[in-house]
């Protein structure tokens, strides 16, 4: 899941300048310039408070945790648990999907896995049916945490999910995830055998 900004009505122009903006940002991030990508989303979720634009401040929000991930990822876990808050309560489920997703790979790499599966189940029951992309990622991101509590079977169960969608969307990481699959399959056949010796 990457940068979007989302729109529930027709973008007016003051949109279009936040919309420029945004991309400067994102911009600035791929460069490597951080600070200043965060510099021009600060601003922007200020001016989005200050006028009341919830929209606009949780997506900048959002965005904002993909720029600390880099800087603090202290910092990131709070700005997207504030962004994953704010579009809950506006119904702002993408915003919501966006920042649950990011959080629970964030907290999966820490090794914060109990609390990875619940943002990233949570997540999961926000994506719209078509996006089979998101779906996808999660699922994976799911899986992983799954399989560092060492809950197996439901690791398996998601990525053979993982598996059918990498064949829908023609995914270059299908091949990866088949012997991802295979591996959590031999894990869960030495535990079968384990038992039984």
């Not at 911009?27 to 001016?47: K, M, N």
């Not at 914060?112 to 078509?130: H, M, R």
């Not at 270059?172 to 012997?179: C, M, N, Q, V």
Request: glycine share 6%; with cysteine.
């Amino acid at each position: 899941m990457d940068w979007s900004v989302d729109f529930k009505e027709s973008a007016s122009k003051d949109d279009l300048k936040l919309v420029r903006d945004t991309l400067d940002a994102k911009h600035q991030s791929e460069l490597g310039h951080h600070v200043e990508a965060a510099r021009i989303l600060w601003e922007i979720a200020i001016g989005a408070r200050h006028r009341g634009d919830k929209i606009w401040e949780c997506m900048t929000l959002v965005h904002m945790g993909k720029v600390y991930r880099i800087l603090r990822w202290a910092v990131a876990v709070q700005i997207y648990e504030l962004a994953a808050e704010l579009a809950g309560s506006i119904g702002f489920n993408r915003a919501r999907m966006m920042a649950l997703n990011d959080l629970g790979e964030m907290r999966c790499s820490w090794g914060q896995l109990e609390e990875a599966i619940a943002d990233l189940e949570k997540c999961l029951e926000l994506i719209e049916p078509d996006d089979l992309q998101s779906k996808r990622d999660t699922m994976l991101n799911l899986a992983v945490a799954h399989e560092g509590v060492e809950h197996y079977r439901e690791c398996q169960q998601l990525i053979e999910e993982v598996v059918r969608l990498d064949q829908k969307l023609g995914h270059p990481e299908l091949e990866d995830d088949r012997e991802h699959l295979g591996d959590i399959i031999a894990r869960i056949d030495e535990e079968k055998r384990k038992k039984g010796a």
